[in-house]
């Protein structure tokens, strides 16, 4: 992996359609992805990205059919 390969934070923040202020607040309450800081700047990978968004995948609950 370079340098290269790794997601800024405002991309970051672009691509899932929130802002950077959001991202950093989460980073703050540690329920974001893990990222990667060189001096001030975040960085995230994508493979973590792809894991963090997977972690939070949820299942669909089942109807109460029987219930009027």
Do not use: C, H
């Not at 899932?16 to 980073?27: A, C, D, I, L, N």
């Not at 990222?35 to 975040?42: D, E, M, N, P, S």
């Amino acid at each position: 992996m370079t340098i290269q390969d790794l997601i800024p934070e405002a991309d970051y923040a672009a691509a899932r359609g929130v802002s950077v202020r959001t991202v950093q607040r989460e980073r703050a309450q540690r329920i974001g992805p893990p990222f990667i800081k060189l001096g001030r700047t975040i960085y995230y990978r994508p493979a973590a990205i792809e894991a963090w968004l997977l972690a939070q995948e949820q299942a669909q609950p089942r109807a109460n059919r029987g219930a009027a």
